[in-house]
């Protein structure tokens, strides 16, 4: 099975700043080798949490990084509005399969169009 942040021979894992073909390894990225990786993040292990509704599949979400204080909306068909019990909201991107934090969620509703998370999910070049 192959690393799930390795798209179209690039590495999109959340830890690097953009996705990149400079850190990826086929003989790594394609098997279970992955795991290894420094730059592999396991999303699936991640502590669950009952106090996101709807959603349990992105982990704890951090509120002092990824709470936001009113609705955002991006046209990306990626993008995720979700409610937390404090009454703050979460954004986060099916691609990344992550929560964003603020500065991220500005990009995406701004520049949603240029992000290179959404060409390679929609394999546009
Ligand atoms: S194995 Fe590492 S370099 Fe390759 S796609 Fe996964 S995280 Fe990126
Ligand atoms: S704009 Fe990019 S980062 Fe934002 S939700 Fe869409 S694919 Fe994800």
Known sequence: MPCIWYKGGLCTSPVLDKPTADVTLPSRCLSQGYTTCRFFKDVSTSPTTSDVRGSREYGRPILMIHGLNKPMKSDCKYFRLLNHESGSYLAACEVL?????????????DYWNDCPFRKLQDKIP
Not at 99 to 107: A, C, D, I, R, T
Request: hydrophobic share 40%.
């Open 97 to 109: 399969k992550r929560y964003l934090n603020m500065y991220e969620v500005s990009l995406c509703v």
